[in-house]
């Protein structure tokens, strides 16, 4: 999707209404990603009062819950099939674990939830322990590959680190900058209390 070129257009697209909608900063279920919601789902799940400051799984997390109450909310995000647009996963210790994500844009259950709260920790079901690190690992085979279900829609994978404790260190910056070679990629979000920042590519 991309939005329309001109202005009125813009304002004929349904879509681009919807997206203009949710993100206005108003106290209703309709705009659900305004700055009242993401401070009441700081406080309803993580004990965040109005006006401390978001670390990044805590961020990460009010972001994966505000999309699934989208989901459910809303017809226009879902396809064919009454699957949603996307799922929303949080890569808890910012460690991604391939069997979670195949878990999670596999299963029937819609919702994008990766059942884990901020300082949760996946289990991967193969202990690294028990394989030689030079070895494939078992999933990686032909016939798992066959095996392995189509994923049913698209995915943003989230992933909280935090590069400092009270600056940028310089020796992430090569590797920080990388990740936007992916076309992928949407970005990072990050800054310091009352300065938040997010640098999209």
Same mark, same amino acid.
């Given at each position: 999707?991309?939005?329309?070129?001109?202005?009125?257009?813009?304002?004929?697209?349904?879509?681009?209404?919807?997206?203009?909608?949710?993100?206005?900063?108003?106290?209703?279920?309709? +705009?659900?990603?305004?700055?009242?919601?993401? #401070? /009441?789902?700081?406080?309803?799940? $993580? %004990?965040?009062?109005?006006? &401390?400051?978001?670390?990044?799984?805590?961020?990460?997390?009010?972001?994966?819950?505000?999309?699934?109450?989208?989901?459910?909310?809303?017809?226009?995000?879902?396809?064919?099939? +009454?699957?949603?647009?996307?799922?929303?996963? #949080? /890569?808890?210790?910012?460690?991604? $674990? %391939?069997?979670?994500?195949? &878990?999670?844009?596999?299963?029937?259950?819609?919702?994008?939830?990766?059942?884990?709260?901020?300082?949760?920790?996946?289990?991967?079901?193969?202990?690294?322990?028990?394989?030689?690190?030079?070895?494939?690992?078992?999933?990686?085979? /032909?016939?798992?590959?066959?095996?392995?279900?189509?994923?049913?829609?698209?995915?943003?994978?989230?992933?909280?680190?935090?590069?400092?404790?009270?600056?940028?260190?310089?020796?992430?910056?090569?590797?920080?900058?990388?990740?936007?070679?992916?076309?992928?990629?949407?970005?990072?979000?990050?800054?310091?209390?009352?300065?938040?920042?997010?640098?999209?590519?």
């Amino acid at each position: 999707w991309r939005p329309p070129p001109s202005l009125g257009s813009c304002r004929q697209d349904a879509l681009m209404r919807s997206l203009l909608t949710w993100f206005a900063d108003f106290s209703s279920k309709d +705009n659900v990603f305004s700055l009242h919601n993401m #401070v /009441a789902a700081g406080m309803a799940k $993580y %004990q965040t009062l109005p006006g &401390e400051w978001y670390g990044p799984g805590t961020a990460c997390h009010v972001i994966r819950d505000l999309c699934h109450l989208l989901c459910e909310q809303t017809q226009a995000i879902k396809h064919a099939g +009454n699957k949603p647009m996307f799922r929303v996963h #949080v /890569a808890s210790q910012g460690t991604v $674990y %391939q069997d979670a994500i195949e &878990e999670l844009m596999t299963s029937a259950t819609e919702g994008g939830d990766d059942g884990l709260s901020p300082g949760q920790q996946h289990v991967p079901s193969h202990p690294l322990e028990e394989f030689h690190p030079l070895e494939p690992s078992p999933s990686s085979g /032909a016939t798992d590959q066959q095996q392995r279900p189509d994923w049913d829609t698209a995915m943003l994978l989230l992933i909280p680190l935090r590069l400092g404790l009270k600056a940028f260190q310089n020796e992430y910056a090569l590797s920080l900058a990388n990740c936007f070679q992916f076309p992928q990629s949407v970005g990072v979000l990050g800054g310091r209390p009352r300065g938040a920042r997010w640098f999209y590519g």
